[in-house]
């Protein structure tokens, strides 16, 4: 069975050293059991690395709960909950560079003109970890949620105005 996430990669086995001889145990396989699979089996050694960085990227998807990603003139903030994920976003016009403005809360507050806050909302196509670890794959980043919330606040003042 191929695993589900990536593999991680030696240096982040390294750095999840503990957690991986945990996973070992619990499966089974102690420190003299493993030095064997690792020399006699490498398919078997390779499989129990696969399965371990999806036990990994299983847990950290199933934790995230606010993703973003940035572009020159927008900037995508997404609340992932169980069921859906929606969408808060920023656009403003082409020449305007989010990427290197600091100061949203300005834009956001003060209505620059040109500056647009929009939302949209959507149930998961797939299995929610696994669409979302796809979006991480495609840039976005695992976020506090305080620019979601930001723009959600700014969005829906706008609309009680």
Not at 6 to 22: G, H, N, P, S, Y
Not at 94 to 123: A, C, H, P, R, W
Not at 129 to 139: D, I, P, S, V
Request: with cysteine.
């Amino acid at each position: 069975m191929a695993a589900i996430y990536r593999t991680l990669t030696t240096e982040e086995l390294q750095e999840m050293e503990k957690e991986f001889i945990d996973f070992l145990v619990v499966n089974g396989i102690h420190a003299d059991d493993w030095v064997k699979i690792k020399s006699e089996s490498k398919d078997e050694a390779h499989r129990m690395i696969e399965l371990f960085s999806d036990v990994v990227f299983e847990g950290i998807m199933r934790k995230t709960k606010f993703l973003e990603i940035r572009s020159v003139n927008d900037i995508k903030t997404f609340q992932c909950l169980d069921d859906k994920i929606i969408l808060m976003g920023i656009e403003g016009p082409t020449d305007m560079d989010f990427d290197k403005t600091d100061n949203l809360d300005e834009l956001i507050s003060q209505g620059v003109e040109g500056v647009s806050i929009y939302t949209q909302e959507k149930k998961y196509n797939k299995k929610r970890e696994l669409e979302l670890y796809e979006m991480t794959n495609q840039g976005c980043h695992i976020s506090d949620g305080k620019l979601f919330k930001a723009l959600s606040l700014a969005y829906y003042s706008s609309k009680n105005d």
